[in-house]
């Protein structure tokens, strides 16, 4: 059974830092592409960043530019989101989903861990 | 970037009913398009990708088709379970990956 769970997130305050984590399991993690997807309270869903199977590739959403690193670990079936100078509009809950094969959409996703960035 | 644009936002229907949800985006996509279903406090479900391909376990009611900008996803006859809000997903031409704004499928 595939599964994705995430961790680390909590509160923050403005300027604060922040590494997100999501554990994979049921499938060769090492075969995907993986992302992070993040929903404001309230609000639609944000694609944030993806990277590559062996990481060589990451892309980033225009306002995490520069703030945000996504990462992998292949030997530890692991995603990770480090996410610096946090802003009150990073507030979200953050999800890790699986792309589907060869395609940029997601047929597996994470249960979401909440992110609030808030003095 | 390409944006998504879902009509209408929000839809009132019973049981039984036919629904469909409509995504245009802002240049054609090529049906490099995903529709998700999202449930309170869940995460998002793939109904459908490549437009009209349904994700195995989806229920045969719903259904998608389109071309070039134009989308849409039906939903033949609504059950209880289907309530919830439903979003389309482009990944044509990428990044950025980018999302409707969301259409809230609601009882009436």
């Known amino acids: 059974e595939v599964q994705l769970v995430e961790s680390g997130g909590g509160l923050v305050q403005p300027g604060g830092s922040l590494r997100l984590s999501c554990a994979a399991s049921?499938?060769?993690?090492?075969?995907?592409?993986m992302s992070w997807v993040r929903q404001a309270p309230g609000k639609g869903l944000e694609w944030v960043a993806n990277i590559k199977q062996d990481g060589s590739e990451k892309y980033y959403v225009d306002s995490v530019k520069g703030r945000f690193t996504i990462s992998r670990d292949n030997a530890k079936n692991s995603l990770y989101l480090q996410m610096n100078s946090l802003r009150a509009e990073d507030t979200a809950v953050y999800y890790c989903a699986r792309d589907l094969g060869s395609t940029s959409c997601y047929d597996y996703w994470g249960q979401g861990t909440l992110v609030t960035v808030s003095s | 970037d390409i944006q998504m644009t879902q009509s209408p936002s929000s839809l009132s229907a019973s049981v039984g009913d036919r629904v469909t949800i409509t995504c245009r985006a802002s240049q054609g996509i090529s049906n490099s398009l995903a529709w998700y279903q999202q449930k309170p406090g869940k995460a998002p479900k793939l109904l459908l990708y490549?437009?009209?391909r349904l994700e195995s376990g989806v229920p045969s009611r719903f259904s998608g088709s389109g071309s070039g900008t134009d989308y849409t996803l039906t939903i033949s006859s609504l059950q209880p379970e289907d309530f919830a809000t439903y979003y389309c997903?482009?990944?044509?031409?990428?990044?950025?990956?980018?999302f409707g704004q969301g259409t809230r499928l609601e009882i009436k």
């Open positions: 490549a437009a009209s």
């Open positions: 049921g499938f060769t993690f090492s075969s995907y592409w």
């Open positions: 997903q482009q990944y044509y031409s990428t990044p950025p990956i980018t």
